[in-house]
T-cell receptor
Framework: IAGITQAPTSQILAAGRRMTLRCTQD?????MYWYRQDLGLGLRLIHY???????GKGEVPDGYSVSRANTDDFPLTLASAVPSQTSVYFC?????????????FGPGTRLTVL | GQNIDQPTEMTATEGAIVQINCTYQ??????LFWYQQHAGEAPTFLSY??LDGLEEKGRFSSFLSRSKGYSYLLLKELQMKDSASYLC??????????WGAGTKLIIKP
């Protein structure tokens, strides 16, 4: 593994189903982030974690939850998917949280909720 | 509220120069980032400015004026591979990135 990986690459999901998007980084970065990207809008922060064991809410956290049990992994869970959660989801990491450190992005997960 | 404005789309010719502008209104300022994003791919880091002035990095330069809430990305000697979206993002007082919607740059031969 080099950098950040995300799984799955894409997914079609029925409304009401539970879904976990996976994100793993091997750079030993302290901070990790989940964004969604929708056409015509900027990236929007869903949740973040400045260090293992801590998480925080971003701009659009409703309907999503995260956990950070260790440094490398930061899964995003949709408890009961709705069509408005159709989007491209990017995981990112940076060396430090609450800092000016550059964020590095994973390849994204394209999620469609029907 | 917080706001980042960029043109939606720009067109330029291979070999030419293009300037992509970004204006911002945010709660606090801890720097401005430019990222490049090719279609269907992840954003990748281009530049970071926290002080006023021009930062040059090869064919790409980025300028910042904090008093005007303004930045631009200058791309010289355009190549076809520069066709991409360019994202402006400001680090606010909480050290969270506020993103513009991006400028889609189309390069024509």
């Amino acid at each position: 593994i080099a950098g950040i990986t995300q799984a799955p690459t894409s997914q079609i999901l029925a409304a009401g189903r539970r879904m976990t998007l996976r994100c793993t980084q091997d750079m030993r970065h302290n901070a990790m982030y989940w964004y969604r990207q929708d056409l015509g809008l900027g990236l929007r922060l869903i949740h973040y974690s400045n260090t293992a064991g801590t998480t925080g809410k971003g701009e659009v956290p409703d309907g999503y939850s995260v956990s950070r049990a260790n440094t490398d992994d930061f899964p995003l869970t949709l408890a009961s998917a709705v069509p408005s959660q159709t989007s491209v989801y990017f995981c990112a990491s940076s060396e430090g949280g609450l800092s000016t450190d550059t964020q590095y992005f994973g390849p994204g997960t394209r999620l469609t909720v029907l | 509220g917080q706001n980042i404005d960029q043109p939606t789309e720009m067109t330029a010719t291979e070999g030419a120069i293009v300037q992509i502008n970004c204006t911002y209104q945010t709660s606090g300022f801890n720097g401005l980032f430019w990222y490049q994003q090719h279609a269907g791919e992840a954003p990748t880091f281009l530049s970071y400015n926290v002080l006023d002035g021009l930062e040059e990095k090869g064919r790409f330069s980025s300028f910042l004026s904090r008093s005007k809430g303004y930045s631009y990305l200058l791309l010289k000697e355009l190549q076809m591979k520069d066709s991409a979206s360019y994202l402006c993002a400001v680090l606010d007082s909480n050290y969270q990135l506020i993103w513009g919607a991006g400028t889609k740059l189309i390069i024509k031969p």
